[in-house]
């Protein structure tokens, strides 16, 4: 599992170039960089989401929130189309009912304590290159 982690991660956010359609899907995404091409290429595999579907944007230049980027990490080990059961035991700034609640549940499971010395995720604070770390490691260490 190790392997497939790494080659799925390293090639969902090393992946460039993209057969673009007709249609280009975020308004704030440009289209003749190489991040526009990669964005549009991981929506169109279902690995990303916008932050509104109407108008659809991306908001490219934003840093990703703590939940953003667990449902990223999970979906690098699982594939896009995977959805997590609902975990018991989320910590108690996690609304149950939060959009992000399975995917913070899956991807702390079992390494929640190590993670969290107080006992929060935090989910809206933007993820520090620690945060994304600690959580590729839990995942890998499974």
Not at 63 to 69: D, G, L, P, V, Y
Not at 82 to 90: H, I, K
Not at 119 to 130: E, M, N, Q, V, Y
Request: proline fraction near 7%; charge should be negative; charged fraction near 20%.
């Amino acid at each position: 599992m190790t392997t497939r982690m790494a080659v799925i991660l390293t090639s969902v956010l090393l992946m460039g170039g993209c057969n673009v359609g007709e249609t280009w899907h975020f308004n704030d995404v440009p289209q003749d960089s190489n991040t526009g091409q990669a964005i549009e290429n991981l929506w169109q595999r279902g690995w990303v989401a916008g932050v509104s579907e109407e108008p659809p944007l991306f908001e490219p230049n934003r840093a990703m929130s703590r939940a953003e980027i667990s449902v990223l990490l999970v979906q690098a080990e699982e594939g896009p189309k995977f959805t997590p059961p609902m975990r018991s035991g989320l910590p108690s700034d996690v609304d149950i009912n939060a959009w992000y609640a399975s995917w913070v549940g899956y991807s702390l499971w079992g390494g929640l304590q190590d993670l969290m010395p107080d006992g929060l995720f935090h989910p809206d604070d933007a993820a520090t290159r620690s945060d994304v770390a600690s959580l590729v490691h839990l995942l890998l260490s499974r």
